[in-house]
């Protein structure tokens, strides 16, 4: 059965038990990285991740709380040997961003470093970027303070899908992307500009008609999350569940 690990669930501001908001999709064969933040091989070896498996990394946007991550994933992986290419996808910025971050730390000296291989996402509705045996990958543009991408993840096998917002307000791109889901993962960093609060969450929910809402992108200071829980569970008539960090959900 496939699965999405959430890797991270914060907001950018992470505190000691949460990490910045990424995770992973995990089929039988199939691995797709979406965002890399924190320290990603630790993390994904507390996941039980085989890293062998690792083939595409998904950023949605060039926020550093979403890739700082990349130059660690890249000398984890240089390290353990690998060969094989990894395969990167985003919006023009986001891949600038990660290109220039590896050329800082001279990604090129490294002796047989693997081969990134960029594959540029048109910010344009419904954008199939990504198919594989398992999965299909399909992207909108959110509406946040750069480009970024939303995505639907829909499992070939299960006919699943879920839909991750990334950071967005609410957003009318993410509703349409998200009909027909099963699950979608909606942003609730608080109200914005560029994000949403945990009751615009499931008002995007609702207008969907999502059928469980998971709430990421989590503030870790100051707000409930129990209330902000509550908040969207009264708008929303379905389950809604707080992310938290290496959480597994069927898929
Ligand atoms: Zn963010
Ligand atoms: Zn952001």
Redesign the pocket.
């Known amino acids: 059965m496939a699965r999405i690990i959430m890797l991270g669930t914060s907001?950018?501001l992470p505190d000691a038990d949460h990490n910045n908001?990424y995770m992973l999709l995990r089929g039988d064969n199939d691995h797709i990285l979406i965002d890399c933040a924190g320290c990603p091989l630790q993390t994904l070896h507390r996941a039980g991740v085989n890293l062998d498996q690792l083939d595409y990394l998904i950023v949605t946007h060039r926020?550093p709380?979403?890739i700082y991550g990349v130059p660690a994933l890249a000398l984890g992986l240089w390290l353990k040997g690998r060969a094989r290419p990894l395969y990167v996808f985003g919006e023009r910025e986001s891949l600038a961003a990660i290109s220039a971050l590896l050329e800082i730390f001279r990604s090129e000296e490294w002796p047989l470093f693997f081969p990134l291989f960029y594959h540029e996402v048109p910010l344009q509705p419904h954008t199939l970027i990504l198919e594989t045996d398992e999965f299909r990958v399909i992207s909108s543009p959110a509406k946040h303070l750069v480009p970024t991408l939303a995505l639907r993840l829909e499992n070939k096998r299960s006919g699943r899908i879920i839909v991750y917002s990334s950071?967005t307000e609410p957003c009318d791109n993410v509703i349409e992307l998200a009909r027909g889901a099963h699950i979608l993962i909606h942003e609730a960093t608080g109200n914005g500009p560029g994000h949403s609060s945990s009751a615009q969450a499931a008002m995007i929910a609702r207008a969907s008609g999502v059928q469980e809402l998971i709430l990421i992108?989590l503030p870790t200071s100051g707000a409930s999350l129990e209330v902000w829980r509550q908040e969207a569970a009264q708008i929303f008539q379905g389950p809604v569940h707080l992310a938290d960090d290496l959480a597994e959900y069927e898929f």
């Open positions: 907001a950018a908001t926020h709380d979403h950071d992108h």
